[in-house]
T-cell receptor, first 114, second 113 residues
Framework: AQTVTQSQPEMSVQEAETVTLSCTYD???????LFWYKQPPSRQMILVIR??????QNATENRFSVNFQKAAKSFSLKISDSQLGDTAMYFC???????????FGAGTRLTVKP | DTEVTQTPKHLVMGMTNKKSLKCEQHMGHRAMYWYKQKAKKPPELMFV???????INESVPSRFSPECPNSSLLNLHLHALQPEDSALYLC????????????FGEGSWLTVV
């Protein structure tokens, strides 16, 4: 079974600064997908960024980027120029290729302070 | 367009009631999901339908009964629930290869009294 670990239950960052959220996972698979989802107080799960394991290049979406270290089974999220609207719970998630199930880490609650 | 629509947004039901949650997507996705999320916890997978067939059932109690009438619709029938079943129920659908990305609806808040 795959496990996803987020070791930082809570983090805070000043507006306009950069913050990095950590995620590690455990799998014997070689092909899989990794995701970061954001869940603001409205509880809507919003896709932030995704990474295919077979791609060596780290994914980037505007202010969001990942550091994917396949050998270390690490998938961290960097948020640059943090904004108040980034305040949310962030979940790291893992999905095996050709399978349907996606599993989540426990989440990191991020607060952006003005 | 990545819209997954869930109804109702809020539901209060008694332990003897029968109710249903509905989920709809028109993106042509062929995999659909039900997740349950308790407060301050990550979503937990309940059911997965792939090409309208149940492919994953995470040992969910039989008081939860999923149904996939067609490729766009997913229902979750609720009967004889317990107060501990109160939670946010999230529906999601998945794009096919090469994307394989799951998109979520806004959720249905269920309170069992």
């Amino acid at each position: 079974a795959q496990t996803v670990t987020q070791s930082q239950p809570e983090m805070s960052v000043q507006e306009a600064e950069t913050v990095t959220l950590s995620c590690t996972y455990d799998t014997s698979e070689s092909n899989y997908y990794l995701f970061w989802y954001k869940q603001p107080p409205s509880r809507q799960m919003i896709l932030v960024i995704r990474q295919e394991a077979y791609k060596q290049q780290n994914a980037t979406e505007n202010r969001f980027s990942v550091n994917f270290q396949k050998a270390a089974k690490s998938f961290s999220l960097k948020i640059s120029d943090s904004q108040l609207g980034d305040t949310a719970m962030y979940f790291c998630a893992f999905m095996k290729q050709a399978f349907n199930d996606m599993r989540f880490g426990a989440g990191t609650r991020l607060t952006v302070k003005p | 367009d990545t819209e997954v629509t869930q109804t109702p947004k809020h539901l209060v039901m008694g332990m003897t009631n029968k109710k249903s949650l509905k989920c709809e997507q028109h993106m042509g996705h062929r995999a659909m999901y039900w997740y349950k999320q308790k407060a301050k916890k990550p979503p937990e997978l309940m059911f997965v339908y792939s090409y309208e067939k149940l492919s994953i059932n995470e040992s969910v109690p039989s008081r939860f009964s999923p149904e996939c009438p067609n490729s766009s619709l997913l229902n979750l029938h609720l009967h004889a629930l317990q107060p501990e079943d109160s939670a946010l129920y999230l529906c999601a659908s998945r794009t096919g290869d090469p994307g394989n990305t799951i998109y979520f609806g806004e959720g249905s808040w269920l309170t069992v009294v």
